[in-house]
């Protein structure tokens, strides 16, 4: 069975990549050898691997790297530090930010 990853990197500037991969160390190594000169961490370099997600199906893994990218710097950190309460927390305070938003 195939292992699919949802991995987070953190930029030499501090900002946050995520991405999926199913093989997580050639792909950190494809980040910091800057094959691609036109991606989001080539001048950003060196990266490193701050959280990763083992997956069976590839869908589940699209589907959590999509969430993430959507996600703020904070509520990143939250998951990278595993700290499930404050995800929760900023999950919910995301959705009542929306729900004022939109009585206005």
């Not at 190594?29 to 997956?55: A, C, I, M, W």
Request: proline share 2%; glycine share 6%.
């Amino acid at each position: 069975m195939r292992e699919f990853f949802v991995y987070i990197v953190k930029c030499s500037d501090g900002l946050y990549y995520t991405g999926v991969t199913n093989d997580i160390s050639r792909r950190i190594q494809e980040h910091n050898s800057g094959l691609n000169t036109k991606s989001f961490t080539f001048r950003r370099r060196p990266v490193d691997l701050v959280f990763y997600e083992t997956f069976n199906d590839p869908y589940s893994a699209f589907r959590l790297e999509k969430q993430i990218k959507g996600w703020s710097r904070r509520k990143k950190e939250a998951l990278i530090n595993r700290d499930w309460d404050k995800l929760v927390e900023l999950s919910k305070n995301y959705q009542l930010q929306g729900k004022k938003k939109g009585k206005k």
